[in-house]
């Protein structure tokens, strides 16, 4: 479970940087870690950019930590810009579970495009009906 953390805190979002070893384990602990530090600074939407290395993580270890993730972070986020390019269309699932389960997430292949779109989350209502793609243009 070798895996670092570090954040950088922006005006509207924590941007949390993940590097280390890909295993399930080390994903569910660094989740834990991103939402105990933006409650502790207060800040409720964050990019995560993992860049762990290893083997890709198997559809049911992807579907573990989605679901649990969610349930786990259940009402904290305002909004969750993911960023893990090798992911490909796992991707895709990761989302579609954590968003089943009232998650305010969406994944992205790259930085600027996650920063992009949760810029434009500020000041927006809460809710599921931002991430369902609609009026969306990185859908």
């Not at 933006?38 to 290395?53: A, H, K, N, P, Y």
Request: a negative charge; hydrophobic letters at 40%; one cysteine or more.
């Amino acid at each position: 479970m070798a895996y670092q953390v570090t954040f950088e805190r922006h005006a509207d979002y924590l941007h949390a940087t993940v590097t280390g070893s890909n295993d399930q384990d080390a994903v569910m602990q660094y989740l834990r870690e991103i939402r105990a530090e933006c409650q502790r600074q207060g800040c409720f939407r964050v990019l995560i950019d993992e860049r762990l290395t290893g083997p890709r993580l198997a559809v049911d270890e992807v579907f573990t930590i989605a679901s649990e993730g969610a349930m786990d972070a259940m009402g904290i986020f305002e909004a969750i810009a993911y960023v893990d390019p090798c992911m490909g269309r796992m991707a895709e699932f990761a989302e579609t579970v954590a968003v089943n389960r009232g998650m305010p997430v969406r994944t992205f292949d790259s930085v600027d495009a996650a920063r992009e779109w949760l810029l434009e989350q500020v000041g927006k209502p809460v809710g599921q009906h931002i991430f369902t793609g609609e009026d969306d243009p990185h859908r």
